[in-house]
């Protein structure tokens, strides 16, 4: 499994970045090989950080090529700057054993979670 972080640190509204990116780079990433999930969060300070989960590297470089030029040519007026990226070889995937509101089976937990329904990904390798 392999990981993209993009930091972006001077985001006017983290939730309008998010609200368009979802529409936009959701279908780039729905079409991608090998593609696991994304996820964004508003680190608050006009920090915005999107997390990208990928099966290989090679998946993983390819979907964040797609993702940038998206970025560069939809998300423009919002002023995100350059990203920080980080990115590695997952090492250890701890996956929550709660279920109280995650689906009943185990092939369900493997879809989106819900609150409650935790998944915690560490250690990365990272590239560089």
């Known amino acids: 499994m392999y990981i993209i972080i993009r930091k972006y ?14 529409s936009g780079i ?3 990433l729905k079409e991608s090989h090998g593609f ?3 996820y964004v969060l508003d680190g608050g ?18 979907a964040n090529h797609k993702v940038r030029e998206f970025v560069q040519a939809s998300l ?5 700057g350059d990203p920080e990226i980080i990115a590695g070889e997952v ?10 509101n995650c689906p009943g089976s185990a092939q369900a937990r ?7 329904c ?3 990904l560490c250690l990365l390798r990272f590239a560089g």
Request: hydrophobic share 40%; charged share 25%; proline share 3%.
């Open 9 to 22: 640190t001077r985001v006017r509204s983290v939730a309008d970045a998010a609200r368009r990116a979802k």
């Open 45 to 62: 300070g006009g920090v915005g950080v999107a997390v990208m989960i990928f099966e290989d590297r090679e998946s993983a470089n390819a």
């Open 118 to 120: 935790v998944k915690t």
């Open 91 to 100: 090492l250890v995937n701890i996956e929550s054993d709660h279920s109280d």
């Open 26 to 28: 959701g279908q780039v």
């Open 110 to 116: 493997l879809s989106p979670v819900g609150p409650g």
């Open 76 to 80: 423009h007026d919002l002023n995100l």
């Open 36 to 38: 696991r999930s994304y």
